[in-house]
Antibody, heavy 119, light 107 residues
Framework: EVQLLESGGGLVQPGGSLRLSCVGSGFTFSSYAMSWVRQAPGKALEWVSA????????YYADYVKGRFTISRDNSKNTLFLQMNSLRADDTALYYCAYGGQFQGPFDYWGQGTLVTVSS | DIEMTQSPSSVSASVGDRVTITCRAS??????LAWYQQKAGKAPNLLIH???TLRSGVPSRFSGSGSGTDFTLTISSLQPEDFATYYC?????????FGQGTRLEIK
């Protein structure tokens, strides 16, 4: 059974940093591109970033470019999202997700980790 | 960048009704569109990919169509478990993008 388990969310002050993790199991993690998708409370889904299977290609949404960094450790089946210079509008539930193609669709999703940016 | 516009933003319908949701892309994207269903407090669930291919296990009352810039999701006969929020997602090019969602409510 495929499982994606996110962690690392929490309350952080504006300008602060957090590092999210997503551990994958039940599939060959190193064979798949991965993405982060977020959802602010009561709002729509918003794609954040993607990384290819070997970690060499990465893409970002404009609203996080230069502040967030996606990476992965295939030896530990783990995806990361380093978030710096956090703003109030980064407050959201952050999901990791993957599918058969780099651009999606996303067949599998975690349950999310909540990031709250507030003073 | 491709912007996705969904309509309507919300719709009220009854069990047994036929419902259609539309997604329009700001530029042509062949068939690289997916539809998701999201229930309250849950992660999204993929329903349809490549505009019209039903994911395995998804009921046949769901169907998708379209190509280029205009796409539709149709639910042929609403069931109680279908009341949820639906999103389209373009899988044509980075940056990826989702529509703003359509909330399907019970009339």
């Amino acid at each position: 059974e495929v499982q994606l388990l996110e962690s690392g969310g929490g309350l952080v002050q504006p300008g602060g940093s957090l590092r999210l993790s997503c551990v994958g199991s039940g599939f060959t993690f190193s064979s798949y591109a991965m993405s982060w998708v977020r959802q602010a409370p009561g709002k729509a889904l918003e794609w954040v970033s993607a990384i290819n299977n070997n970690g060499r290609d990465t893409y970002y949404a404009d609203y996080v470019k230069g502040r967030f960094t996606i990476s992965r450790d295939n030896s530990k089946n783990t995806l990361f999202l380093q978030m710096n210079s956090l703003r109030a509008d980064d407050t959201a539930l952050y999901y990791c997700a993957y599918g058969g193609q780099f651009q999606g669709p996303f067949d599998y999703w975690g349950q999310g980790t909540l990031v709250t940016v507030s003073s | 960048d491709i912007e996705m516009t969904q309509s309507p933003s919300s719709v009220s319908a009854s069990v047994g009704d036929r419902v259609t949701i539309t997604c329009r892309a700001s530029q042509g994207m062949s068939i690289w569109l997916a539809w998701y269903q999201q229930k309250a407090g849950k992660a999204p669930n993929l329903l349809i990919h490549s505009a019209s291919t039903l994911r395995s296990g998804v009921p046949s009352r769901f169907s998708g169509s379209g190509s280029g810039t205009d796409f539709t999701l149709t639910i042929s006969s609403l069931q109680p478990e279908d009341f949820a929020t639906y999103y389209c997602q373009q899988a044509n090019s980075f940056p990826l993008s989702f529509g703003q969602g359509t909330r399907l409510e019970i009339k």
